[in-house]
């Protein structure tokens, strides 16, 4: 039985008559958070830390020439170079490393070449795997077998590989960078998007509202930008927010094999972490700790956001909480007889008499039972 | 069906035995949490139902019905707050355990659902279905007994002996509506809810199963509460009707005269707003269902209702128990019984309600 | 029968056309699915088949009527209402509209088409997009055939169309979402989308059938309401005989594909001619006490639509089935298995073992049935059986029409065979003296004098 037709009654006079213009804009959003807000135990505790961690990361990335003492590429200040592999000091918090360059200022502005990384392949691969599992899933046919097959195949391949590679052909045409990094790791994560949207596509297409729009006369494209798109796309966020963790490790994995960025165009951690094995046998643990660190926290921070929302958005996951209902003393309900034209004394109280006395007789005592 | 009725004690005095309800409802409540309050799905209802009785219990979605019939079998909803009694031969089910109520369900009593197939285990042929249900509440049957008593409970819902080792699938939606009543049924149980049994049904598939299950009750010892929206259903296969607004039961009693001569507002405007062959006129009842966190104080049902009186909105009409042998929870009957009316509302309580605005298409269902 | 609000006023259709005049002429439509061959369905041994959803129905719609497509699920009903807008593909015949045949027009140039055929569907919540606000979706017909200029103007449209349908103070809907209304303000909402572009043609698939009682009324009136003030042609789909009744103008009953009687709701009410209207009629429980529901009931259920039965669908169900209507040795298996029913145990398992093996009859079309004894006799004994069986059933209080189609029952090497009478095909004939077409053979005069008189069930 549902109790939605009650849930949703409307109450006349509590609404603006005519939209509010920031009411209008925002009606969309705030139903989409509407489960953010309403999140609880676990996966709120989830939501917090993971976005904590994200925002200062954000933060410590779009600040980093503030943050940071050096530049990420700097071996000397005021004509006076850094000490080679030097101990965490007062003017170097985090030492140095055997290039000379100071750790933390390249941990910081580590923060950002992951973050510019991390969103242009997450845009890149969520634009092109949307588009294309769209029009596989709504289409089907011939372009969706084709592209179904290879996206199996990039499925297929270890995630690390296919960056390898990518990263390897690219570099060659356009030079390694942050762009080139980005493009590699994106076309690991297209795949992702285009299975979740096309299966969305597949079942949404099935639906009476898709039937209804071509019965109006929708055109296809139509159809697909305004009856498939916003409910394609709702699972989208929480795989974005998933595979922002994920890219960091991958590219951080890439910076590592010294397929990634070049030291000296920004700063990365797994490159980083790279130099630093050697100084690890040699007892120098503060270049490869600290952006170690920051590689777990940064991952860190993605996953637990982004399991917070996917428990949140996920019906199949999502457990409705339950809350328990608290019964307030009954009422008795007054039975009474009819009879004929007969007053008096025939009409009698059989009620549990007990308990009638304890509440009125209305038996609409507004409780409030929802505590625990 | 009819072949089995051979009960092992002949209860002689046959008419005290079956007066006596098999289940008996009183104060029944089932609350629901949500955040924003309980919902009084259920709140305080009083049933009987006697041996080879069929009960119809008719409301419009989300007036609670279906949640009193699972409430009464003890299958409420998680975090549902359930109080009350439901006396089912002496034990009241509300204070049992889980695995007491499911050791009870089966044998005494039993549920039929609305959606067959889903039911139903695919890969299980009806005779493992029959086996299973029957070796689990009585081991000591032996194969030939399965057997001989699955094909009895199916002969009687007309599913050929034949068709016996077929899967589910190989039967039709109407039939394997047949096999879960068999399915309910050959266990024997004293008690059986049927929640909108026909709901998924053909029309004349519906026909065949309210015979059916009209037959039942002639039949068979087997007291039923068929729960359904469709109230020529009750009238067809129903010896009593209890009709349910807002989590409560407005009116109850014979089928026949509630039927014919109905007492509550709600009951009529709900037969009036029924459309069958013989109307002649559209009606429908203003306004939508209450919001059963906060439902309208007195009567639930007087913002809709054309009689409404003043009392109606201050004070909740009590049950009374009319000379048809009706129950009718409405103070237009009330109201002529001495001290029925509160003294506060005895002068200008049978005033009529004054509605403070038209009830508009905006508030509907 | 006065059941029926005034209809005069839905004669004031646009164009200055008469009502009565045909809006959409409908020629031999044929639409045909195939199923598709899985492993499962080699595995139950019934290949892949076509299902025949609407096979050669004709009918003509005229303006300003409701036409009521009345049948069981798998009647073709619905199949038949998507097919005007072109939502399905016939397999053949057409589809007469304004000097085209909608039945050949490709997607693309049926899609301007949809304006002026519209259509709302059976559940509500589901046929609104969950994501779009009340605004966009009841004006995106506009947007669609390019009707509305400006925003404004749409929104005025809109709160037009909005409180057309009653959805009042329509500001108040404009923002909201489907999940925000109720089943039936979602199926205002949904009319108020239908009628937004000023359609002709209004398909309403079951509108009605997942509202509450309370709420069907308020629909069922607001829909006459469109039809008098906007003077829309409805096809009115539906399987609830009661509601037909009281809102459509003609109605045709579908069984299996095929419209098995048509005329005007009057007509077919007060005089249901063929013998499934009659069962559908005589099934509708009524929340009347002094009503009930007549016991001889069809038997059995809907077939299978991709093995329908030979000659007329629905003879197997029917109790007045004539020897041409259709029988086969299909059918002969059920007539055992019923007969089962009502036998002991122990005579039921005597007759199963004589008989053996049935699955053999269950090709659909044998005109000849061959039954070879079982271990439990011989080839005598199952002719002997069979002979009593036809000696019992044939005549009596409940004859068997089935004994009726059996032409032949003899020994043939060691085997008993059955013969059965050529079936054919009814067609939908005028009913002499009636405005009703009905196709059944009970009614054509060609056949019902040759077979034996008839006694109609009691409606």
């Known amino acids: 039985m549902t109790q939605t037709a009650l849930t949703s009654a409307p109450e006349p006079g509590s609404l603006p008559v005519g939209p509010t213009p920031a009411g209008k804009r925002f009606r969309g959003l705030r139903r989409f958070l509407a489960p953010i807000r309403q999140a609880h135990g676990m996966p709120k505790a989830m939501l917090w830390t993971g976005g904590i961690i994200t925002a200062l990361l954000a933060l410590t990335a779009i600040l980093a020439p503030l943050i940071a003492p050096y530049s990420f590429d700097a071996y000397q200040s005021g004509g006076h170079q850094f000490p080679k592999q030097g101990h965490p000091s007062g003017t170097h918090l985090f030492g140095t490393t055997v290039q000379n360059f100071d750790v933390l200022s390249r941990v910081v502005y580590g923060a950002r070449t992951a973050l510019e990384v991390m969103i242009l ?243 609409t005592t507004p409780e409030e039972g929802d505590g625990q | 069906m009819s072949a089995h009725v051979t009960s092992p004690e002949p209860a002689p005095a046959g008419t005290a035995d079956t007066s006596r309800p098999v289940l008996s409802v009183r104060d029944l409540r089932v609350w629901y949490g949500t955040p924003r309050g309980p919902v009084r799905a259920v709140d305080s209802v009083d049933f009987d139902v006697r041996p080879g009785e069929t009960l119809g219990l008719v409301g419009e979605s989300g007036c609670g019905k279906s949640t009193l019939g699972r409430g009464v079998l003890g299958l409420a909803p998680e975090g549902a707050a359930v109080d009350g009694e439901v006396n089912f031969r002496g034990t009241n089910l509300v204070s049992l355990s889980k695995k007491q109520l499911q050791e009870l369900r089966g044998p005494e009593l039993g549920l039929i659902f609305q959606e067959p197939m889903t039911r139903l285990n695919p890969l299980m042929r009806i005779s493992e279905h029959f086996a299973e249900t029957l070796k689990t509440h009585e081991p000591g049957l032996t194969k030939d007994q399965v057997r001989e008593r699955a094909l009895e409970a199916l002969r009687g819902m007309g599913i050929p002996p034949s068709r016996y080792h077929n899967y589910p699938h190989e039967f039709s939606g109407g039939m394997r509506q047949r096999i879960m009543i068999a399915l309910a049924l050959v266990l024997r149980p004293a008690f059986v809810v049927a929640d909108e049994p026909t709901t998924a049904l053909d029309v004349l598939v519906e026909a065949q199963i309210i015979r059916i299950l009209a037959d039942l009750r002639r039949n068979f010892d087997t007291a039923l509460v068929l729960i359904t929206h469709n109230l020529g259903i009750v009238a067809e296969a129903c010896d009593r009707v209890a009709v349910m607004y807002a989590g409560r039961i407005v009116e109850q009693g014979d089928a026949r005269e509630v039927f014919a001569r109905p007492q509550h507002p709600y009951t009529q405007e709900l037969l009036r707003s029924t459309i069958s062959l013989s109307t002649t006129g559209l009606h429908y009842i203003p306004g939508a269902p209450p919001d059963l966190v906060e439902p309208p104080t007195g009567c639930r049902f007087h913002p809709r209702c054309p009689k409404a009186m003043k009392v109606c909105a201050a004070v909740e009409p009590p049950d009374v128990l009319l000379n048809s042998g009706s129950t009718s929870a409405c103070w237009h009957q009330a109201q002529n019984i001495a001290g029925a009316i509160p003294p506060e509302h005895a002068t200008d309580g049978r005033e009529p309600l004054a509605l403070a605005e038209e009830i508009s298409v905006a508030d509907e269902a | 029968m006065p059941t029926k609000p005034d209809t005069a006023a839905a004669s004031t259709a646009r164009d200055g056309a008469e009502a009565g005049e045909p809006l959409i002429e409908i020629e031999d439509l044929k639409v045909h699915f195939g199923l598709g061959g899985g492993g499962l369905s080699r595995l139950t041994g019934r290949g892949a088949g076509t299902v025949k959803a609407v096979d050669g129905v004709d009918l003509t719609l005229r303006k300003g009527e409701v036409l009521g497509l009345v049948g069981e699920s798998g009647s073709g009903k619905t199949t038949l209402g998507r097919t005007l807008l072109g939502l399905n593909r016939p397999t053949g015949g057409h589809i007469r509209y304004r000097g085209l045949d909608l039945a050949g027009l490709s997607e693309r140039r049926m899609r301007p088409m949809r304006r002026e055929l519209q259509m709302v569907f059976q559940d509500p919540h589901a046929s609104l997009n969950p994501v779009m606000d009340i605004r966009t979706a009841v004006g995106h017909p506009l947007e669609i055939h390019g009707l509305a200029a400006s925003e404004e103007e749409r929104d005025a449209k809109v709160v037009e169309a909005l409180e057309r349908v009653g959805l009042h103070p329509a500001e108040q809907f404009l923002d909201k979402y489907p999940s925000d209304l109720s089943g039936g303000q979602k199926q ?52 609830d005989l009661a509601s037909a009744k009281y809102f459509c103008d003609r109605i045709a009953i579908m069984y299996l594909g095929r419209i098995v009687e048509l005329g005007t709701t009057d007509e077919v009410f007060a005089e249901p001619r063929h013998p499934y209207t009659r069962a559908l009629l005589a099934a509708i429980p009524e929340p009347d006490p002094e009503r009930a529901v007549t016991r001889n009931l069809p038997r059995g259920e809907v077939p299978d639509a991709a093995r329908p039965p030979a000659g007329c669908s629905f003879h197997p169900r029917c109790a007045a089935a004539l020897s041409a209507c259709g029988w086969e040795a299909r059918d002969l298996r059920t007539y055992l298995e019923r007969r089962w029913l009502t036998l002991e145990p122990d005579d039921w398992a005597r007759e199963r073992d004589l008989l053996g093996d049935l699955t053999g009859l269950d090709t659909p079309g044998l005109l000849e049935a061959v039954l070879r004894p079982g271990r439990g006799g011989t080839a005598e004994d199952v002719l002997a059986l069979l002979e009593r069986l036809r000696e019992e059933d044939a005549d009596g209080e409940a004859p068997e029409p089935f004994w009726r189609g059996v032409t032949a029952l003899e020994l043939r090497d060691g085997a008993v065979r059955l013969a059965f009478a050529e079936p054919a095909d009814p067609r939908l004939l005028p009913v002499a003296g009636a405005g009703t077409t009905v196709a059944c053979h009970l009614h054509d005069p060609a056949r019902s004098a040759a077979v034996p008189p008839q006694t109609p069930a009691s409606a």
Do not use: C
């Open chain 3, 188 to 239: 205002r909402a949904v009319l108020a989308r239908a009628i937004i572009a000023d359609p002709r043609l209004l398909v309403a698939d079951e509108p009605i059938s997942m509202l509450d009682m309370s709420v069907r009324a308020k629909i069922l009136q607001l829909m006459l309401d469109l039809r008098d003030d906007l003077g829309l042609t409805f096809v009115y789909v539906t399987h």
């Open chain 1, 121 to 363: 392949a997450v845009v890149f691969s969520l634009i092109l795997g949307v588009l294309l599992g769209l029009l596989a899933g709504y289409l089907g046919g011939w372009l969706d077998r084709i592209l179904v097959l290879v996206m199996d195949a990039l499925f297929a391949f270890p995630y690390l590989l296919l960056a390898i590679v990518a990263g390897f052909m690219l570099s060659g045409i356009i030079g390694g960078g942050v762009v080139t990094a980005a493009l590699s790791i994106t076309i690991v994560y297209i795949p992702q998007y285009f299975r979740v949207v096309r299966s969305s596509a597949l079942s949404a297409r099935e639906q009476v509202y898709v039937e209804a729009a071509r019965a109006m006369g929708a055109k296809p494209s139509t159809i697909v930008r305004k009856y498939l798109f916003g409910n394609v796309i709702q699972s989208v966020p929480v795989i974005a927010t998933m595979n922002a963790g994920d890219a960091i490790s991958t590219l951080a994995g890439l910076g590592f094999l010294g397929l990634g960025i070049q030291p000296t165009e920004a700063a990365e951690w797994g490159y980083d972490l790279q130099r630093a094995i050697d100084d690890v046998n040699s007892g120098m643990w503060w270049t490869a700790l600290y952006p170690g660190l920051a590689i777990v926290l940064a991952i860190l921070g993605f996953t637990l956001l982004g399991e917070g929302l996917n428990d949140v958005y996920n019906p199949t996951i999502r457990r409705r909480r339950i809350i328990r209902a608290v019964l307030p003393v009954p009422t008795a309900r007054k039975r009474l007889h009819e009879a004929a034209g007969n007053g008096g004394g025939t009409g009698s109280t059989t009620g549990d008499n007990g308990k009638a006395g304890t509440t009125s007789e209305t038996g």
